[in-house]
């Protein structure tokens, strides 16, 4: 044989065998625990990968899904208040359409009897089908049951090198224990700090903010529809199709600030209308319980509680499961009314000079 | 489509090479030509089938005009002259590239100067248009000079689509391309030719998706996501960033390179360890080489030509102005500009010192040109002036000098780690072994190369997939 010939066939086998080692190697490890063969506990560190295999090959009848403010939830107090074996599979700034598709896959697998999920405003955003800008896809390979895709996660850069050092690391040598601990996952209240001291400069930004022009009222009504076509999208959807299972959605608490920047922002309305829409559309389904924690002054307006105008500590995490074990704060056709213009009213009594001077 | 994807590695080139080689085994030499046209037109069109027309249009636009520079001197036509011709050709390509390239960034300029309010186009930048202009102003140019002729529609499409070097260069000429494709000899399928096409892929594909894609993890975290940068990190960031370009650039020239050998065409230089060199002048003989031969030819040369009783020092000036244009080339925006007059200033000083016959150190003079490299390049990337700012203030020891944080976000400091290993193994690659094109001189189909070829090859393969997910552990 053509001895070039012969150099290009045995350079291929050699990386042939190398695909092959590789593929054993994640295969094993599994860090995105795709396959659910060994024991290891995950890293908890890119959620968007890791969450479809814990969907996959974890225990759990209650899934908790939302943002990095549902990152703080402990499961095992959900577990305690409400009777049910919890696993969070939250991602940091997650969109809507990143929330229907990890719901969708929990509900495909019908292990899911309950889903708790936040109602983050932003994440109905933009397009129906936008996913966070740090990605540039979702790793769907991940989220079917098509083995033929899985090339993409078995001959994976990232996967080979970084995922599997952090999950040995954290399995064997205790490197950053609490990032493999699945009762802590994504958990990160312990590396902030909750005070009123944050939020000065969010201040300054509300009063610096010019309400930009009127034709922001005009398009208000637009966007408005954007966001409800979103949401009937990507999480109304779901209710209807899964009447079997229980779905707890709720407002988070965020601080008075950021409804006041809302506000200036020309924005408060739109908000309010949409939030009276969730509520109008999906008060029909007996499968659903809707809370609305951002009436609570106390909360809300005690800024210790929070690290920015929107992110609130781990206490109130604890606070809203109590809540939802009692049933308080529930919307219905009572409270809804009284809910929206309540916090209305808050946010227009609302006075930040008055923050300040305390200073 | 990209070279680093699936689909380019797996399905495109694999079926477009056996298809061309079967065709030219029928001897059916023209079909294997339009197939090539048809795979590189499909390639450029898997990323945006709407500016399929576009590049149709100005291939044929431009095959026309030098047509009729051809003939215009044996029927003595009349009403166009051969240069109005060569004008209205230049204006069209030109014309291209202003409306396609450069419109929003005129208006929005003028929109500040004047404080006008006129609406952007926001037009999407169709691919390899920089290149594919460029390239047939050139054959004009050649065509007008009686330098290139062409006597075939379809030829002249192969020249241009040719899917290796469509995209990013390198920038070929006429005279050394259709040789290549007329010749006899290179329609056969030839093992040799296979070997050192797949070798030169191999490590263009590793360079890009495992070296340039790991030095990309603290050039964004540098100019993108850091607010402030200490000394430490904006030095990081910065050489991140240098390498980065050139393991990313020079590693897609590789992959182009090899690609076409596996047809049999060799594909000019474009990298030659650049950033080896000793001053500026010598940068950009190493530096995408077939950039700095077109702009010295069609745009410094007609420059000096133009100039009445030419001297050293309105050389100069011309080597500033084509320096100017050739950073707005790179893209549309104030920062390229910059970029292009830094090259320009430095390479006008370093011309100077050389007429003044003055010797230097040559560690000394390569520190020099590195470091100037270097921080041109922070204006390469950054998107506003500010971020620049940023970087240039961290590296000048402006900032508090503090924690070296891109360890510390999170659980990032593992890919940290890896920047690091990846830092040093290229270290070593760039300053003290050969390059991808050295190694292709003597190329022997012994072991070494093919435990090179293999390594490069299946962990190119496994870089395809990375996981990008956004972490702010900051909080």
């Not at chain 2, 079909?31 to 046209?37: E, M, Q």
Request: glycine share 4%; charged share 20%; with cysteine.
């Amino acid at each position: 044989m053509n001895t070039y010939k012969k150099h290009i066939r045995n350079s291929f086998i050699f990386s042939l065998l190398i695909l092959v080692i590789v593929a054993l190697i994640n295969f094993i490890i599994d860090p995105y625990k795709q396959y659910g063969l060994n024991s290891l506990n995950p890293y908890f560190k890119n959620a968007r990968y890791l969450n479809p295999g814990l969907i996959k090959n974890y225990n759990y009848d209650t899934i908790i899904v939302g943002t990095s403010n549902s990152a703080n939830f402990l499961t095992k107090e959900i577990d305690k208040a409400l009777g049910v074996k919890s696993l969070k599979v939250i991602s940091t700034g997650s969109t809507a359409f990143e929330n229907k598709s990890i719901m969708s896959l929990a509900l495909r697998k019908e292990k899911v009897k309950v889903i708790i999920l936040e109602l983050d405003p932003l994440s109905w955003q933009g397009d129906k089908k936008r996913i966070h800008k740090s990605m540039t896809t979702l790793p769907t390979y991940l989220y079917d049951d098509n083995i033929f895709n899985d090339y993409q996660y078995l001959l994976n850069f990232d996967v080979l090198y970084s995922e599997n050092i952090s999950a040995i690391a954290g399995n064997f040598f205790g490197f950053q224990e609490k990032n493999t601990n699945i009762e802590l996952a994504y958990y990160w209240a312990d590396k902030a700090t909750f005070s009123e001291e944050n939020l000065l400069s969010y201040i300054k930004n509300i009063k610096a903010y010019k309400s930009p022009i009127d034709s922001k009222k005009i398009s208000n009504n637009s966007e408005l529809q954007l966001l409800k076509q979103s949401f009937d999208f990507n999480t109304l959807q779901l209710i209807k199709d899964y009447p079997n299972t229980k779905f707890i959605i709720f407002h988070p608490p965020y601080s008075i600030l950021a409804f006041k920047m809302l506000e200036a922002e020309n924005q408060l309305d739109m908000y309010l209308n949409l939030k009276k829409y969730i509520y109008e559309s999906t008060k029909k389904y007996e499968n659903v319980s809707l809370y609305d924690f951002q009436i609570e002054k106390n909360i809300t307006h005690d800024l210790d509680n929070y690290l920015d105008d929107r992110h609130y500590s781990n206490l109130i995490n604890n606070w809203m499961i109590e809540q939802i074990e009692k049933g308080t704060y529930l919307v219905n056709q009572d409270t809804i009314d009284i809910y929206i213009n309540s916090l209305k009213t808050q946010v227009q009594k609302y006075d930040i000079n008055m923050f300040i001077n305390k200073k | 489509m990209l070279f680093n994807s699936y689909e380019f590695i797996f399905v495109f080139l694999p079926v477009s090479f056996f298809i061309y080689f079967y065709l030219n085994h029928k001897r059916l030499t023209i079909a294997s030509k339009g197939w090539l046209v048809f795979a590189s037109l499909f390639f450029y069109s898997w990323w945006n089938i709407v500016y399929l027309p576009l590049i149709l249009v100005s291939v044929l636009f431009n095959f026309s005009i030098a047509k009729a520079m051809e003939g215009f001197i044996e029927s003595r036509k009349t009403f166009l002259s051969k240069n109005s011709l060569l004008k209205i050709g230049l204006l069209f390509n030109i014309g291209l590239l202003v409306y396609f390239k450069y419109m929003d960034f005129f208006i929005s300029n003028i929109n500040t100067a004047l404080g006008s309010d006129i609406e952007l186009l926001h037009l999407a930048l169709p691919l390899a248009i920089s290149f594919f202009t460029l390239q047939q102003i050139a054959f004009l140019i050649d065509s007008y000079e009686g330098l290139a002729k062409e006597k075939k529609f379809l030829d002249y499409a192969v020249f241009v689509t040719f899917f290796p070097q469509l995209i990013a260069g390198p920038i070929v000429h006429h005279k050394e391309m259709m040789p290549q494709f007329a010749s006899v000899k290179n329609k056969v399928i030839n093992y040799k030719n296979i070997a050192l096409g797949l070798f030169i892929f191999s490590i263009g594909l590793f360079k890009k998706v495992v070296i340039a894609d790991t030095f990309a993890i603290w050039a964004t975290a540098g100019f993108d996501t850091a607010i402030t940068l200490n000394l430490f990190e904006a030095w990081a960031t910065s050489i991140s960033y240098t390498f980065q370009l050139y393991f990313d650039f020079s590693g897609y020239t590789d992959m182009a390179i090899g690609a076409a050998l596996l047809f049999n065409i060799k594909l000019p230089i474009n990298f030659n360890s650049p950033l080896k060199a000793t001053g500026i002048i010598d940068f950009w003989q190493r530096w995408h080489i077939t950039l700095t031969r077109f702009i010295t030819a069609y745009i410094y040369t007609p420059l000096v030509k133009s100039f009445n009783n030419l001297n050293f020092h309105k050389a100069m000036i011309a080597t500033f102005i084509t320096f100017l244009i050739a950073g707005l080339w790179h893209g549309a925006s104030w920062m390229f500009m910059i970029f292009g007059g830094l090259h320009g200033i430095a390479l006008v000083v370093n011309n100077y010192w050389k007429k003044s016959k003055l010797k230097i150190n040559k560690i000394l003079a390569w520190f020099i040109t590195f470091n100037f490299v270097n921080i041109a390049f922070i204006f390469f990337r950054a998107k506003e002036w500010d971020d620049a700012i940023k970087v240039l203030k961290g590296m000048a020891g402006l900032e508090e000098i503090g924690k070296f944080t891109f360890f510390l976000i999170g659980a990032d400091k593992y890919d940290s780690l890896l920047v690091c290993f990846i830092f040093f193994i290229s270290i070593f690659i760039v300053f003290f072994t050969k390059n991808s094109i050295e190694q292709l001189q003597g190329y022997r189909p012994s072991k070494r190369n093919q435990a090179l070829l293999g390594f490069c090859l299946s962990f190119g393969i496994v870089g395809l997939s990375r996981t990008t997910d956004f972490l702010y552990f900051n909080f």
